[in-house]
């Protein structure tokens, strides 16, 4: 009986622990070499475009839910960690902000089961960036591309610079034309605007790219997209757990890993630089990790124009 029992216990410990092991919690980077980018060079494309750069970075929460930490971090717990849609808006002088990523509407909040959709936060999305001189997005999932998607029957479309992937993904949901035919975003890092570098990064997906900022005032920003969707990520070096990036939503396991290490090696070269990572709201709010990012867009340009 007690030999029946103890099977009957090992049975169960493989049948649930294994699969939780695999889906949940295991992270194994593997021996894969973090890119060739340093901070030099990034450094050097930022500054390679005359004209202003970048004077601030504001944030917008549009919709946040909050789910066990592990899906997004593997092995980092159960505990509940909350899970942000952010807009980012750099304000430049003397034209339209630049806006990273654009969030998501209502209907699509409601869809992707969110808890909560901030209406005014979105409305100030629209404006930045209906009033933008340039839009980039760090991956082509609706979190991120949605909002400029459904936001696209106005001027804001033309304003954003997409990649090949990027492209593909806007064409299948708008009548748009896909320019570049590129069905991966890997190459070189390249500068975009002043002290504004895209680092093309297919991993998460095949349009990633994170984004180099360095702003007037010399301070240094990386926006990851979801290579690092929470601190955890960059900082301990873990991908998403299975359950998220193998069955939700299929990634390049081994790519992610790379590009973490690749964070990790440019936070060890620079210091100072803030990393922004795809939905770690909390963190940049983070008391003993300042990083200067202003809560909420500041709209005075467009309110100033009102009449
Ligand atoms: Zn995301």
Redesign the pocket.
Known sequence: MTRRLNVLILALLVLIGAPYYWYLLDNRPGDVPPKAVTIAQLRQLASARPGPAPKAVEVELVSFRRVPGTLFAAGIGLKRRLIGVMVWRLPVDGTGPIVIDSGLDAQAAESMGMESFNHAAWGHVKTALAESSLTLITHE?P??LGGLLSWAGRSAFGKAQLNGPQQIAAAKQLDVPVRDAATVAVGAPFAVAPGVVAIPAASHTPGSQMIFVRLADGREYLFTG?IA?LTHSWRELRARSRLVGAVLAPEDRREVYAWLKTIRALKVEAPRLIILT??DYEAVFDRDHPTGVKNGFSLSQINAARP
Do not use: E, K, V
């Open positions: 999932h979190d991120h979801d969707t795809g939905h």
